[in-house]
């Protein structure tokens, strides 16, 4: 069975930066294509990145250029890494394993002065 397991986020100051973790447990992270979405109350869940199993990524506009997604396949383990937070990407942080439409339970992130 898969398991996606998060850590990470929290308060962070506007402007500021921090990173979420995500280890897959029960399949091999490197063959699948992985993702991250956030959601807000009362919206739809957000795509935000992907990494492919070649490693190519991709970013929605929003936060393009200031998130980074990655992996450790060594230890099963994907990152996203942000930069120039802003008050909107407060939310909960979700990863994904798409080849499974497994998901991890959330990471909350929230940015404020």
């Known amino acids: 069975q898969v398991q996606l397991v998060q850590s990470g986020g929290g308060f962070v100051q506007p402007g500021g930066s921090v990173s979420i973790s995500c280890k897959v447990s029960?399949?091999?992270?490197?063959?699948?294509?992985m993702g991250w979405f956030r959601q807000t109350p009362g919206n739809e869940r957000e795509w935000l990145a992907t990494?492919?199993?070649?490693?190519?990524?991709d970013f929605t506009d929003s936060v393009k250029g200031r998130f980074t997604i990655s992996r450790d396949n060594a230890n099963n383990t994907m990152y996203l890494q942000m930069t120039e937070l802003r008050p909107e990407d407060t939310a909960v942080y979700y990863c994904?394993?798409?080849?499974?439409?497994?998901w991890g339970r959330g990471t909350q992130v929230t940015v404020s002065l």
């Open positions: 990494i492919m199993e070649s490693g190519r990524t």
């Open positions: 029960g399949t091999v992270l490197s063959a699948s294509i």
């Open positions: 994904k394993d798409f080849n499974r439409n497994a």
